[in-house]
Every structure is written in C-alpha cells, then in structure tokens.
C-alpha cells in the first residue's frame, strides 16, 4: 500500500530556479491538498483540490501553481523559487468514504 | 476570519504527569476536527476524528473532547514515547470550498 508519495525528498534550488513537486496517490481519493510547515507556524494551506480539473488558493498560495491533470497527482510548482520559499512541504489527501487524511513524508526544500 | 489556534506552543511533562492540550476554532461549516501526531522529520499521523459536541474518543493514554467551540486532548499517565508534536485541524466546508485547516501545533516533551 503506497498511500500517498512525495517526489523528491529532498531538494536545493537557487533562487529564480523552477521545480514542480509531485504528489501522487493510490486511494482514489477526492480532495488533494498542498501544505508548507515551517518552525513554530504549523501546517499551512497553500492550494487545494476537490477533485480532478478543479484546484483553490489556500492561505498562502502566493508563488505557486498546481495542476490537478489527473484525480490520482498533484502538482505543485514554483515558477521563480526565492529563500522565502525555503521549507518542508506535505501533500495530503481525503477521500469523500474517509474519516481522515493521509499525508505523504514531505519535501525538504532549500532555496539558496 | 477562519482560524484554529492550539495552546500551549510547548508543554514539558514528567513522565507520570497528566495533562491537556487545547484546540479553540472560529471557523464556518465545521464538518469535523482532527487531532493528528507529528514526529520529527515525518508526516503527520492520524489519531482522532470528532464530528459533534460532546463527542469523546479514546486510544491508549490519549482522550480527545469536542465542545461547540474548542477541543481538548487529554494525556494520561504520559510516556517518553508520547512526545512529539500534536496537531489539531479542521474540515471546513462552506461555500463549496473544503478546506483542512491547521492549528500550530503543542510541542510534548515528556521526561523520564
């Protein structure tokens, strides 16, 4: 049971680079979402999903985009990285028959 | 504004030492409440579900309570394992949007 995976793990980018993150699921879940979390702040929405075709802005959807091509992936992309950017990041997803969302290991990203 | 505000930000224990966690939210549409476990470097694990007021659930030396307007998380007779970070959330659906919204999280540590 894979569940819900990050790709990459771990990854440096210098500032003005680009990269797209990738969340894939295998539970056929509806709703997908993208968090960051950084030191004392918790976890905080970027973009959401509620099913293929369809993304929202979260909180703090500033210097992101994501796609939602199909049910089963979530992008997330970073067009232009900056060092503010620097930060773990989890994918989530819910489906409609669930009592709870499943989270992937995260990505650590450093924008230097 | 939407918003889930958990206290306290770090909370220190002896082993043995009962206590609680709270988690007060100010939000539209709550369709439930969410206590998750986060351990360092990882995602974050799911522990409980409460969908009204009044609502208790219980797993090994954790209880969780839900009231109209906060939720406690009560740790009994606490062990070293049972520190981490402990996250509370929302699933808010208002106005067709189903957001899933993060407090900041309780830091436990709990000595020997």
């Known amino acids: 049971n894979a569940g819900v995976t990050q790709t990459p793990k771990f990854r440096v980018l210098k500032t003005g680079q680009s990269m797209t993150l990738l969340c894939a699921q295998d539970?056929?879940?509806?709703?997908m979402y993208w968090y960051r979390q950084d030191p004392g702040m918790g976890l905080r929405l970027i973009h959401y999903?509620?099913?293929?075709?369809?993304?929202a802005k979260g909180e703090v959807p500033d210097g992101y985009n994501v796609s939602r091509l199909k049910k089963q992936n979530f992008l997330l992309g970073l067009e232009s990285a900056a060092p503010s950017q620097t930060s773990v990041y989890f994918c989530?997803?819910?489906?409609?028959?669930?009592?709870?969302?499943?989270f992937g290991q995260g990505t650590r990203l450093t924008v230097v | 504004e939407d918003q889930v505000t958990q206290s306290p930000e770090a909370l220190r224990l002896q082993e043995g030492e009962s206590s609680s966690l709270n988690c007060s939210y100010t939000?539209?549409?709550?369709?439930?409440l969410f206590w998750y476990r986060q351990d360092p470097g990882k995602g974050p694990e799911f522990l409980f579900t409460l969908y009204s007021a009044g609502e208790e659930k219980e797993k090994e030396r954790l209880k969780a309570t839900l009231t109209k307007k906060e939720s406690f998380l009560h740790i009994t007779a606490p062990k070293p394992e049972d520190s981490a970070t402990y996250l509370c959330a929302v699933h808010q659906a208002w106005d067709s949007s189903y957001k899933l919204i993060f407090g900041s999280g309780t830091r436990l540590l709990v000595r020997p």
């Open positions: 989530a997803s819910w489906g409609l028959l669930n009592t709870e969302a499943f």
């Open positions: 939000v539209s549409g709550l369709r439930g």
């Open positions: 999903s509620v099913g293929e075709g369809t993304t």
């Open positions: 539970m056929n879940h509806e709703y």
